[in-house]
């Protein structure tokens, strides 16, 4: 406490020294400290961003730091641009002629549009979630003009890290005039391709986790099955794409509802499905609602408890795995409903995509 009796907030500008090592090496992969964060996930611990040796195209190794505001990049900034990058850039991938916009808080997505234009894009991301965007790290696949600028530094609206592709002199100097905000431009178009190790690397205490990472195979209606009485919609399918790729970087158990260019809720990192699914019905109602939306469940529905919240609140049809006991319980329930029933496999296949994310 200072005099006055407030906390004071100097903790959170005050960076921290480390002594790290230049170089980590794991087998024949090579980490080179690109540099030293303001502190760790909680004040008062050192911490550092390496580098992959070799990484090229779109991701955090080759990022430039073109403001580093009054505090510098922090360690939990790096994690929230790396998870909007990744999906701006599976995206992109699906729907190469669309301007996306995503904000992501805490390492979660927290409002994803799509749209033709360049601000309306991020005003229509910001208003799916006006609460959980204060304070977001925002990602575009495109660059960034004065007008965009002057939306992100509106006054009301705090956002901590923009980061794309390019920025005009114009919104540069628009960007200056806020003076915490970080600057952060991607070391090359969104649609380059992306290399490194593909390796995800989980560090545990005396030991470390490694898997290749994922990557989802449901980009178009014929990865899917229909599995209801009534067949979805053209517009149902391509939301359920598009929600289903969201749902794919939000933490496990997650719920995703949302239309073909927008999401409207997110229940996310929840320990039991029915309550990601309440939570992302809840927190629709502070921008879009969900009447009218499609859901996608990245777990599979063991009973039917999910699919009688999603017809009590007006969405129409779900996507999800199969691989519950009661699996025909599940679709008969939404039958009775008239939901339209989407499952993460082709008719050929045997097993349904899952794809949970921890961390």
Not at 133 to 141: H, L
Not at 189 to 214: C, H, I, T, W, Y
Request: glycine content about 8%; overall charge negative; hydrophobic content about 35%.
């Amino acid at each position: 406490m200072n005099k006055s009796g407030k906390v004071t907030r100097e903790q959170y500008r005050r960076k921290v020294e480390e002594n790290f090592s230049d170089k980590i090496q794991f087998g024949a992969v090579s980490f080179i400290k690109k540099q030293s964060m303001r502190y760790g996930e909680n004040p008062g611990y050192p911490a550092a961003f390496y580098q992959e040796e070799g990484a090229e195209g779109p991701n955090m190794g080759t990022l430039e730091v073109l403001q580093e505001g009054t505090k510098g990049l922090g360690y939990i900034n790096i994690g929230d641009m790396d998870l909007g990058q990744r999906l701006i850039k599976k995206l992109d991938t699906i729907y190469p002629d669309r301007r996306i916009c995503v904000l992501v808080k805490h390492e979660m997505p927290s409002g994803v549009a799509m749209e033709g234009g360049g601000k309306d894009v991020f005003l229509k991301a910001w208003q799916c979630d006006p609460l959980s965007n204060f304070g977001s790290v925002d990602v575009f696949n495109y660059d960034l003009d004065a007008d965009l600028a002057a939306a992100v530094v509106e006054k009301g609206r705090n956002v901590e890290v923009v980061y794309a592709p390019g920025f005009s002199p114009e919104a540069l100097e628009i960007f200056a005039t806020r003076k915490p905000l970080r600057v952060v431009r991607m070391g090359s178009r969104v649609e380059a391709p992306s290399k490194d190790e593909n390796l995800e690397l989980k560090r545990v205490v005396g030991g470390m986790l490694v898997q290749q990472r994922f990557d989802s195979r449901i980009v178009s209606p014929e990865s899917v099955e229909v599995v209801s009485r009534r067949k979805p919609t053209k517009e149902e399918i391509e939301a359920a794409i598009f929600n289903w790729t969201v749902a794919c970087f939000t933490r496990s158990n997650a719920i995703v509802i949302g239309t073909k260019d927008k999401v409207h809720g997110i229940g996310s990192g929840q320990r039991s499905r029915i309550d990601a699914a309440e939570d992302a019905v809840k927190l629709s109602k502070r921008g879009y609602g969900c009447e009218g939306c499609v859901m996608a469940s990245d777990a599979f529905m063991p009973f039917t408890d999910v699919v009688e919240t999603a017809a009590r609140n007006g969405i129409t049809a779900l996507i999800y795995p199969l691989g519950s006991m009661r699996d025909q319980d599940v679709i008969d329930k939404a039958d009775e409903f008239e939901l339209a029933m989407i499952v993460t496999k082709t008719p050929e296949q045997t097993d349904s995509e899952r794809c949970f994310l921890h961390r």
